[in-house]
C-alpha cells in the first residue's frame, strides 16, 4: 500500500500538473509548485475527496489558510486520523 505522502503527492500532481520529482514533503504550494489561490481550493477539495473513504473530515477556510506546505497536508490528515 502506498504511504501517505506519495498518496498525497499523487493528489498534488494531479491537481497541479506538476512532476512527482518537484512534490517533497517541504515543497511550498505557491513557491515550489506554482499554485495560487484557486488552485489551493481546488487542491484542498481533492484532498478531502481522496481520503473521504478513510475519514470523515473537513478542510475549512481557517485549516486552508494554514496549508501552505506539503508537510502541511500531511500533518493535517495526521491529525485527522489519516495514516
Known amino acids: 500500500m502506498a504511504s501517505l505522502f506519495e498518496r498525497v503527492r499523487d493528489v498534488v500532481v494531479a491537481q497541479l500538473k506538476v512532476s ?9 504550494l505557491v513557491d515550489d509548485l506554482r499554485a495560487d489561490s484557486l488552485d489551493v481550493v481546488d487542491l484542498t477539495i481533492a484532498i478531502e475527496e481522496a481520503f ?3 475519514a470523515d473530515f473537513e478542510i475549512r477556510d481557517e485549516d486552508a489558510e494554514n496549508i501552505k506546505t506539503v508537510q ?7 491529525e485527522h486520523g489519516i495514516s
Open 20 to 28: 512527482p520529482d518537484e512534490v517533497q514533503p517541504g515543497s511550498s
Open 52 to 54: 473521504a473513504d478513510q
Open 72 to 78: 502541511d497536508i500531511l500533518d493535517f490528515l495526521t
